[in-house]
């Protein structure tokens, strides 16, 4: 019902920036929010950032909080996550995610193919 693809990954350097974005396409009036996730090799999938479609909420994991600043663009059905001050940590592989965003972001089984971002030292 819902599709999201991401773009945008690439190789960085430590300290370096990024931006992905993601674009959504079917019945995205079913969530009312669209976040990221990340997964590193061996580590289990973790939250990133979420915002709400309306209303400007906007939801971040404590580890990106204050480097990573996540927009979207309803009129084009798209999503961004601008990644600054990147750390070899931030490696991994980047999920689009459509779900629901109250006090805390919820989301749904609509997942993108990800994009690798990779940091090094």
């Known amino acids: 019902q819902v599709q999201l693809v991401e773009s945008g990954g690439g190789l960085v350097q430590a300290g370096g920036s990024l931006r992905l974005s993601c674009a959504a396409s079917?019945?995205?009036?079913?969530?009312?929010?669209m976040g990221w996730f990340r997964q590193a090799p061996g580590k289990e999938r973790e939250f990133v950032a979420a915002?709400?479609?309306?209303?400007?909420?906007?939801y971040y994991a404590d580890s990106v909080k204050g480097r990573f600043t996540i927009s979207r663009d309803n009129a084009k059905n798209m999503m961004f996550l601008q990644m600054n001050s990147l750390k070899p940590d931030d490696t991994a592989v980047y999920y689009c995610?459509?779900?629901?965003?109250?006090?805390?972001?919820?989301?749904?089984?609509?997942w993108g193919q990800g994009t690798q971002v990779t940091v090094s030292s």
């Open positions: 079917g019945r995205t009036f079913s969530t009312n929010a």
């Open positions: 915002i709400r479609w309306s209303g400007g909420s906007t």
């Open positions: 995610n459509a779900g629901y965003g109250y006090s805390n972001y919820v989301p749904q089984n609509y």
